[in-house]
Structure formats: C-alpha cells, structure tokens
C-alpha cells in the first residue's frame, strides 16, 4: 500500500530565515506529486505540482520554491521566509484509477509552520 | 477564477440524524468531485468522488451531482459525534497533471 511522509510535524521560524519541508511517498512509482497551504480557517491553496524528476510547475508567484530530486521526494523551500508563510503545508500524490479513471489525490501528514 | 463554494457553517446536527453538505462549482467542464472530512489540526482524507450524475452511496455517505445546476452535495446518515469535522468540497480540472480546487470548507458539529 501507498504511504506518503512529511517532515517535520512541526516548525517555527524566524521572519528571513530558509525552509525545506520535506515529502517522500512509498508504495509507487512516478507519481504525480502536489504542495498545497492552508491558511488558518482557509481552504486549500495549490502552490506547486510535479508529474515527474525535475518537472515543477507553480501555481502562485511567491518567495517558494520546489523541487523534485528523485521519483518520490518533493521538496518546498524558501531561501527567506515572510510572516505570511505561516500555515499548514500539504504534501499529496496522486492515483489514477477505475473506469472511467478518476484522479484521487491522498495527503501526507502536512507540516505546522509558524514565521515569527 | 474557477471557483468552488461552500458555506462555512457551523452546521449543527443532532446526533442520529442526516447531516446535508452543499457545494456550487463555477467550472462547467469539471469531472469528477470530491468530498475530503478533515479533522482539527489533521490532513484532509479523501471520502469519496463522483463523477455521473445522481446519487453514489458508500455507507452512510451519499454523494449527489447534478452536473446541470452544478451542484454537488453530501449527506451523512445517522450522524455520530465522530463525525464532527470540517468537510471539504473538491472539484477537478484536468490538465497536463489533474489540478484538484478546494472549497474552503463546511464545519460540521454533531451534537449528542
């Protein structure tokens, strides 16, 4: 069965400081691989996507970055964090299955980050 | 903009009856829909999706899509305190890779 990790659980940073959050999945290959941000009370902000080893595409102008290293690894990064960063960070990955195909997408744990 | 929308809550239901979630969606050319229960300070977990019109049932859950007035709803049977959550409504768009757009969600409060 399929797995998908995130690291940490937790994080407080500074205001200017970097960040690397970290997701791996387990259980498959070449999957496609999501970093959403929850804002407290808020819904789901899409901020990266990848279908494959280098492959990034973003979705909202901002001081992140992505990266895609190996087949399960997706990384966030950010060489100098905002205040505004605060927030829930997802990592998911994404089936396809049945017929007609449905495209599922199963999140990872998800990483608290607090700029201070 | 594609958007999805929901109405944030709370909903109060007692526990024993049928708790009802609606969601609208901008996108007419969206495919499939999903709904995702998300606990307090927990990732969202998938619950189930549809794509055809109608009704889908899984357990307690019924799905409903009415592609036409698009409008996508959730019903809870004999809701349980356990139920207590916040329900997010998603709508995919497909493109190089699926692009799924959340709702920002429905709290829902089952009281004994």
């Known amino acids: 069965s399929q797995t998908i990790h995130q690291w940490p659980a937790t994080l407080v940073q500074p205001v200017g400081s970097p960040l690397s959050l970290e997701c791996t999945v387990e259980g498959t290959s070449n999957p496609n691989l999501y970093w959403y941000r929850q804002a407290a009370g808020r819904g789901l902000q899409l901020l990266f996507y990848s279908v494959g080893i280098g492959q990034i595409s973003s979705e909202v102008p901002q001081n992140l970055s992505a990266s895609r290293p190996q087949d399960r690894q997706f990384i966030l990064s950010s060489k100098k964090l905002l205040l505004s960063d605060s927030g829930f960070y997802l990592c998911?990955?994404?089936?396809?299955?049945?017929?007609?195909?449905?495209?599922?997408?199963?999140f990872g744990p998800g990483t608290r980050l607090t700029v201070t | 903009q594609k958007e999805v929308e929901q109405n944030s809550g709370p909903l109060s239901v007692p526990e024993g009856a049928i708790a009802s979630l609606n969601c609208t969606y901008s996108d007419r050319g969206s495919q499939s829909f999903f709904w995702y229960r998300q606990y307090s300070g927990k990732s969202p977990e998938l619950i189930m999706f549809i794509y055809s019109n109608g009704d889908k049932e899984d357990g307690r859950f019924t799905a409903q899509l009415n592609k036409a007035s698009q409008y996508v709803s959730l019903l809870i049977r004999d809701s349980q305190p356990s139920d207590s959550a916040t329900y997010l409504c998603a709508v995919n768009e497909y493109s190089s890779a699926s692009k799924i757009i959340f709702g920002s969600g429905t709290r829902l409060s089952i009281r004994p």
């Open positions: 998911a990955w994404e089936r396809l299955q049945g017929i007609p195909a449905v495209y599922e997408q199963y």
